[in-house]
């Protein structure tokens, strides 16, 4: 399936979805209230079929974080890429894929422990690579260490 074939079909799913055709791949930008079921729906539509989440991982620009997944379907060929805006930075929440793609188990975990967004109803919520007690999200712009070089 093209880009411009993709594009179509997942607009007629969910009409809301923005796309940004600038990148190497197609990027889908869905809201939080509609992310759990465009998700379920890309996984299991069968002319989608995007059964591998290759990487998923967070975007912090200060004023919102930016959670990005990419899925590929090994049936079909294609690639898309979901982006799904958090406004807020204090306590930014989104509804795992753990239970869609078991590969999102451990980069949900990994997003978690430097960025700092919770998960709802992961099966392990908990860092991954740092200890326990350390204190904030290292990936966050507005992280400070006492051993970070300022320039």
């Known amino acids: 399936m093209t880009n411009e074939e993709l594009k179509v079909s997942v607009s007629a799913l969910y009409p809301a979805i923005t796309f940004d055709e600038t990148g190497e791949f197609l990027n889908a930008i869905s809201s939080v209230a509609e992310f759990r079921s465009v998700m379920?729906?890309?996984?299991?539509?069968?002319?989608?079929?995007?059964?591998?989440?290759?990487?998923?991982?967070?975007?912090?620009?200060?004023?919102?974080?930016?959670?990005?997944?990419?899925?590929?379907?090994?049936?079909?060929?294609h690639v898309l890429v979901l982006k799904v805006k958090l406004d807020d930075t204090k306590d930014p929440q989104i509804e795992s894929?753990?239970?869609?793609?078991?590969?999102?188990?451990?980069?949900?975990?990994?997003?978690?422990?430097?960025?700092g967004v919770n998960f709802k109803n992961h099966p392990d919520m908990?860092?991954?690579?740092?200890?326990?007690?350390?204190?904030g999200f290292p990936l966050r712009k507005n992280y400070v260490d006492e051993n970070m070089i300022s320039i």
């Open 97 to 115: 894929v753990a239970d869609i793609w078991k590969t999102a188990i451990f980069h949900e975990r990994e997003v978690f422990d430097l960025f």
């Open 40 to 77: 379920k729906t890309l996984r299991h539509n069968k002319e989608l079929e995007f059964d591998f989440l290759f990487c998923l991982t967070c975007i912090d620009w200060k004023t919102h974080l930016m959670m990005v997944y990419h899925l590929m379907s090994k049936t079909h060929k």
């Open 126 to 135: 908990r860092r991954i690579l740092l200890d326990e007690s350390w204190d």
